[in-house]
């Protein structure tokens, strides 16, 4: 069974997406023959919108085009000369640097919440991923389907019927509950004179979907762009096509197929069995092979209760080493002679030359330079998924995690329970707890899809303070979610007062403690000035 809806365009519309899209039908799809400002445009605007992408061209961005070019445009124009010229550097040479400097802009549709974690994994690679803060789950596809995916092993099993019947349940009760808190947040936060009808309205609705987003199943769809170079592809072609997942492995395979037909020649290494075959068998044996020894290894461990953001792994000398950094970039020193002149500094002296690198910073987007990265912190967190989703796309950095239960507890946010709408919310999920248990034995991997997203996960990030000072500002911002707002002062407080480095943890000023009532109010308000202003 094809789990996909393909959407239905008129002979008109096809006329026009058949210039710039790969196909017209699929979920996974390529954007050419388009500026690169108008396709880093649509992906952002995409991330915000509930269309898919070929309808959001359509809506948005086809009558701002010159489009009465040659309509018989076609990607694959030119691709045999280029690919002859690839084959022959690459292996004459042996150099496949030139797969860097090929991009592709891909659309990623209909795919799982689990999916997009695996879609995101890489670092060479830019991702938007459509956000549940501004786009709500209530409505149905165009085949009146609720968005989660339909897995085919499930569906035919013995527990088809209710795998859908308790989605379909969960939607339902998210729907119910983002209506009727919505009603209540009008009543407990009224509005100002100050705001507009629309940043009031916006505001209170990401404050909705915020609480509510907990409610939805780690199967809901999302829509994904992703930008990446042709051997960022490849790479994260031979991880999929080793994943454990069956999703996973059929997606790979409806990428391929899109990119394929635009860079063709970087994609060639993963059909050769001695090459692409082989690295994927390595990785999928090596995955497995580890997964059961360590499961015979394994012993009952006490439950964490509640979130947990722990700093596990740091150098307590860092704030040296990061010193040392600055004074050997800074002259014509060793580093070992770079060591000896800050052993020798007083601490006036070494919080002059921290401040003094560091400077002015008037934002967060001041970041002083490579030094910071010469010390790192380990955490190991504890979080509901929802939270995990936002802090996994930070690419620089390391980012590790155990399969997605529900045996770590789950969160009730705080407006849910104020609002009296715990009883709802909490029923809910020990449905999805119920339909989880029931699964797991059989269906391992794919069980993953029953868990509600307020659910914890456990994983581990390791950073660099430089990455710390990027991921804790951005991440403590006010507009911010606040179960990873709360991740993020933990962490400022911990490299402060456990690493011990405090003037590491100075230098990252805009860190914001501050509570907030309605964290998307003050964006709203900039964003309606930008309006007004342009």
């Not at 070929?54 to 085009?65: M, P, T, V």
């Not at 069995?273 to 999928?284: D, K, N, S």
């Not at 699964?439 to 307020?454: I, M």
């Amino acid at each position: 069974m094809h789990p996909y809806v393909a959407e239905e365009f008129t002979d008109t519309e096809q006329s026009v997406l058949r210039r710039y899209f790969t196909n017209l039908d699929g979920p996974v799809f390529a954007l050419v023959n388009l500026p690169e400002v108008v396709k880093g445009a649509l992906f952002a605007r995409y991330s915000r919108s509930s269309k898919s992408l070929r309808r959001l061209f359509l809506d948005e961005f086809a009558g701002d085009l010159d489009l009465s070019g040659d309509a018989s445009i076609d990607a694959t124009t030119g691709l045999d000369r280029a690919d002859e010229l690839y084959q022959r550097i690459f292996y004459e040479y042996g150099d496949d640097s030139v797969a860097q400097l090929g991009g592709v802009h891909l659309a990623c549709e209909q795919a799982s919440n689990v999916l997009t974690k695996v879609l995101e994994r890489g670092r060479l690679a830019s991702y938007l991923e459509q956000s549940t803060r501004y786009l709500g789950y209530d409505k149905r596809l165009s085949n009146g389907h609720y968005r989660f995916y339909r897995d085919a092993q499930l569906l035919e099993s013995r527990y088809g019927a209710r795998y859908v019947g308790e989605m379909d349940r969960m939607f339902d009760t998210y729907g119910q509950l983002l209506r009727t808190l919505t009603e209540w947040l009008t009543r407990r936060f009224p509005k100002t004179p100050e705001d507009t009808d629309f940043v009031y309205r916006q505001a209170i609705r990401a404050k909705a979907l915020d609480a509510v987003r907990g409610l939805l199943p780690a199967s809901a769809l999302s829509n994904l762009g992703i930008y990446a170079s042709g051997q960022a592809y490849e790479a994260l072609l031979l991880r999929m096509r080793a994943h454990p997942l069956e999703e996973v492995r059929d997606y790979a395979e409806l990428m391929y197929e899109e990119l394929a037909k635009v860079i063709p020649s970087f994609l060639k290494r993963l059909n050769v069995a001695e090459r692409g075959g082989a690295w994927t068998a390595y990785l999928a044996d090596a995955h497995r092979a580890t997964a059961e020894l360590v499961e015979s290894w394994s012993t009952p461990h006490p439950r964490d209760e509640g979130d947990v953001v722990r700093l596990v792994g740091y150098d307590p000398e860092g704030e040296s080493r990061v010193l040392e950094a600055i004074v050997f970039e800074a002259s014509t020193l060793s580093d070992e002679q770079a060591r000896l002149v800050v052993a020798g500094l007083d601490g006036r002296a070494r919080q002059d030359l921290f401040n003094v690198y560091v400077g002015a910073r008037t934002n967060r987007r001041h970041r002083p330079g490579r030094a910071f990265e010469r010390t790192d912190y380990r955490f190991e967190l504890v979080t509901d998924y929802g939270a995990f989703r936002d802090l996994q796309r930070h690419r620089l950095l390391t980012v590790d995690w155990q399969p997605l239960t529900v045996d770590l507890g789950y969160d009730v946010p705080e407006i849910v329970a104020e609002a009296g709408l715990r009883g709802p919310y909490e029923e809910s999920l020990s449905r999805s707890a119920d339909l989880y248990h029931d699964l797991v034995s059989e269906f391992p991997q794919s069980a993953q899809y029953a868990v509600a997203l307020a659910f914890r996960i456990r994983y581990a990030i390791q950073m660099n303070a430089r990455e710390a000072m990027h991921l804790i500002e951005l991440r403590s911002s006010p507009q911010g979610h606040p179960n990873y707002r709360r991740v993020a002062h933990r962490m400022h407080e911990l490299i402060a007062q456990v690493a011990g480095h405090r003037a590491l943890a100075g230098a990252m000023s805009f860190v914001d403690h501050a509570d907030t009532d309605l964290e998307r109010l003050e964006a709203e308000r900039r964003a309606e000035r930008r309006r007004l202003e342009s």
